[in-house]
């Protein structure tokens, strides 16, 4: 198995992703709230790019069913039921819901992805999952970091870091340079997570407008053993 690795979501290039599965990590925080809103029992979530999409979904679809979820620089959306803090995304306010989601950086990477044979979605909430998934398939990976405004993210290369030093320690696997840093960066830090992301700039910046509660939640690892997957234009728990 050979795991590439995207350093952020401007960084795509769809012909890598031919006949690789393909995994999503956007730690901080849009992948955290798809694994957590579907463990509490979303039907679904719709990643969109643009807000004004997200909004004609919404209009079209059922208003009893559909919520608008994301943010904009981190911020909540003007108009949408959610912003991008997991701890909004409860069971009793998702459950038997269909969220249409758009953030700065991880729905990017998640369109950008598509054109993966299977597109998973990653976090540290349930990494060794995603890295037992990757290893029953047996297939090339391709992890996408999806990074902050166009530019590598600390948090999400640590998470890619996770999944390869896992996968390493199951099975013989190839990576690229840049994965061998990734996993000895995880490796030198998993007993200090913390102190050592909230050195990452989108980590200061989210600290800095109040949401130091996301972060303790977004980097507890493997609390849930489901690994969301993208298909027809849908994240679902298959």
Known sequence: ????????????IESKLIHKNAVVIDVLRATSVIVTALYHGAKAIIPVREVGEAFSIYQKGSTDEYRLSGERKGLPIPGFHFGNSPLEY???????????????????????????????????????????????????VVLVCAGTNG???????????????????LTSIKTTDFGVALQ??????????????QQGAHCRYLIEQGFQSDILYCIQEDLYDRIPVYKNNKIILP
């Open 151 to 169: 530019i590598f993210s600390l948090e999400d290369g640590l998470c890619a870091g996770k999944i390869i030093s896992s996968l390493n320690q």
């Open 1 to 12: 198995m050979f795991i590439d690795i995207i350093p952020s979501a401007k960084d795509i």
């Open 184 to 197: 000895a960066l995880y490796e030198g830090h998993k007993n200090s997570l913390l102190p050592f992301i």
């Open 90 to 140: 409860t069971k009793k306010a998702v459950e038997n819901k269909t969220l249409i989601l758009t953030t700065t950086n991880g729905t990017q990477g998640i369109k950008g992805a598509e054109k993966s044979d299977t597109l998973y979605i990653g976090s540290f909430l349930n990494g060794k999952a995603v890295a037992n998934q990757l290893l029953e398939e047996e297939k090339d």
